[in-house]
């Protein structure tokens, strides 16, 4: 944990750390049943030594596993979200944001910044499943368009990483129009060449997956991630069949042509090292 | 026939008239006259409180009326010489959307839109609607089109969404969608965009990334349908009215959202009742807000409609 948040509040983060995974304590994979020791499963990137199980990462881990130590600096995390509909479901959203908030001592959905990869500078914006579903509201459609200007501005590469159940609804038409408004930035983005690598972790559905996830010059996927449009419940409710093995995962995906590839945790750094050297020369 | 609820008193208003009406004429009774204009002036009168007080849930009814004009409707009432184009030129011809070159008063438009059916035999072959990727593929191409030769576009959304099935994720339903999106920022032609019925989520912004944006008076442009939204935040898809209260989805919410521009007004009743007249409003609204783009530069209309999405979002900033 190297970010400049965690020297601002080590003690939260350590706390919500622990919670997730305590330290020195046995965890079930869900895939394959194996019992992992906790720090085996930490330093194999939180994959499964045995099936190789990608468990899900929240924002702060993979900026650890993914930047050089200590070289990502967040950006625009005084951004919150209200309440514009004053949207009411079996709570208030205002109330829910709240609760959010102090459950996961995260302020959005979404981590943005600049880091280092392998000395090359990235922008990046990385989603928190945990933070409601890692849904996109105001907040998370604002941080990735500043991201990508700043990518614009700085001409340097940019990498999304999806972990979102797509557009929020408590926000309503203000999160549909976070699709267009994060889609048409990454128009100008492509038309200056700066390229842009879009990494889908599970799950990335809904409105994220139909707006900037699908937009990467390269869209890549982690192994097994759940991946699609519609969620699986309402297409099954729409046409009555059954869905075929392995619907709407990375690998049903890649073999129709929606991927240019899937790739391990542990490949990342070195494959974006290569390919950001390919496309955008230092 | 197919009645709203909040259809029935002014329809039996307007039957108890119709019956006088013959009364008056088979016996020539002056007091009926009089009793036919109080009836009247009743109905007028309830119809305006009605329809200018409809709740969410009334709202999409109306949007959804299955006897609302459709993009074809438009097409036929309100342009000349079209020629419709079709296909994506890699798979098929979705047919939940349509698009070709017209003239509209005499000025060339590509007009793209949603296509629903009006009868059971007609909507299997329209999918209600619900476009697969060809169908946003088919609608691009022919805007990119339109792009390289200046023709402006216009847009007509009303769409329940894009359609979830097996066949539209294997062909990229995220991906067509996204790609529109972004493609459509970068046309260097007008675009107006129209929700004239039900704008459904992603799969109506896909047509929706335009200069201007209007909706028809009694449309619902929404981030889910109330049905979804009441499954996931009840766990039941019955409760589809009060997810309707908390969406904020109608034309009205969205202009005061600042989302869209402008509110096309419908004939009392809805644009069902008179789709000619609702038509012309429609064609009228698209003419204006064309007349105040076409003096703009290919790049200042790409520029206009960034900032216009660029502002969008409400949030805090501490």
């Known amino acids: 944990m190297t970010s400049w948040l965690t020297k601002l509040a080590p003690k939260l983060l350590s706390t919500d750390a622990k919670k997730n995974i305590p330290a020195g304590v046995w965890i079930k994979c869900p895939e394959c049943g194996e019992t992992l020791y906790s720090k085996d499963l ?59 908030m102090a459950k996961t001592k995260l302020n959005e959905s979404i981590t943005s910044g600049v880091g280092k990869i392998k000395e090359r500078e990235v922008a990046a914006a990385i989603f928190n499943f945990r933070y409601m579903g890692g849904s996109m509201g105001s907040v998370a459609g604002e941080k990735i368009t500043r991201v990508i200007e700043l990518a614009l501005k700085r001409r340097i590469p940019l990498i999304i990483v999806s972990a979102s159940g797509g557009a929020r609804m408590q926000e309503g038409a203000f999160s549909l129009m976070q699709m267009a408004k994060t889609s048409a930035a990454l128009s100008r983005l492509a038309q200056e060449g700066i390229p842009y690598i879009s990494l889908m972790t599970d799950p990335t559905t809904g409105g ?75 | 026939m197919y009645i709203l609820e909040f259809e029935k008193p002014i329809l039996a208003l307007k039957s108890k008239i119709e019956e006088l009406r013959m009364q008056q004429q088979t016996r020539g009774d002056e007091k009926l006259l009089k009793e036919i204009n109080k009836l009247e002036r009743q109905t007028k009168e309830l119809e305006k409180t009605t329809y200018s007080t409809l709740n969410p849930w009334e709202k999409t009814l109306l949007a959804r009326h299955p006897k609302r004009p459709y993009t074809l409707d438009f097409i036929e009432h309100c ?35 949603h296509q629903k059916g009006r009868n059971t035999q007609d909507n299997v072959k329209r999918n209600f609607g619900m476009p697969h990727p060809e169908g946003y593929r088919k609608a691009l191409r022919l805007m990119r089109m339109a792009s390289r030769f200046k023709v402006p576009i216009l847009s007509l959304i009303d769409t329940p969404g894009a359609y979830p099935g ?80 908390s969406l904020r989805y109608s034309a009205q919410d969205l202009l005061s959202f600042h989302l869209i ?40 209309l790409v520029e206009d409609r960034y900032q216009k999405f660029r502002k969008m979002g409400e949030f805090a900033e501490g």
């Open chain 2, 261 to 300: 521009d402008e509110i096309i007004p419908e004939p009392l009743g809805g644009a069902h009742v008179k789709p000619d007249e609702a038509l012309d409003q429609l064609k009228r609204a698209a003419l204006s807000h064309f007349n105040d783009l076409r003096g703009l530069t290919g790049p200042q």
């Open chain 1, 208 to 282: 994220v997956s139909a707006s900037f996830a699908m937009l990467g010059d390269i869209n890549m996927a982690e192994p097994g991630a759940l991946i699609g449009f519609a969620g699986a419940r309402v297409i099954q409710q729409t046409i009555k069949q059954n869905l075929p093995q392995g619907f709407q995962r990375s690998e049903f995906l890649k073999e129709h042509g929606q991927l240019d590839l899937i790739l391990e945790r542990k490949d990342l750094r070195d494959k974006l090292t290569e390919l950001f050297g390919m496309l955008l020369p230092t």
């Open chain 2, 79 to 113: 342009t000349t010489e079209f020629t419709q184009l079709h296909g994506d030129r890699n798979f098929r011809d979705d047919p939940a959307i349509i698009g070709g070159l017209c003239r509209i008063d005499g000025q060339p438009f590509m007009v793209v839109g």
């Open chain 2, 166 to 245: 097996i066949g539209a994720e294997e062909r990229g339903q995220s991906e067509a969608i996204a790609v529109s999106l972004r493609e459509m920022a970068a046309l260097e032609t007008p675009i107006i965009a129209i929700v004239t019925g039900e704008g459904g989520s992603g799969g109506a912004i896909a047509l929706g990334v335009a200069n201007r944006v209007l909706m028809y008076e009694h449309s619902i442009y929404s981030v889910i349908s109330p049905e979804g939204c009441a499954g996931i935040l009840f766990g039941d898809g019955t409760r589809a009215q009060e997810a309707a209260q």
């Open chain 1, 42 to 100: 930490d330093k194999n990137l939180k994959v499964c030594l045995l099936c190789n199980y990608h468990f899900r990462l929240t924002a702060e881990e993979r900026i650890e596993q993914l930047f050089d130590e200590n070289s990502f600096v967040e950006m625009d995390r005084g951004l919150l979200p209200i309440d514009p509909l004053k949207f009411v479901d079996s709570k208030k959203y205002k109330d829910r944001i709240k609760q959010t």
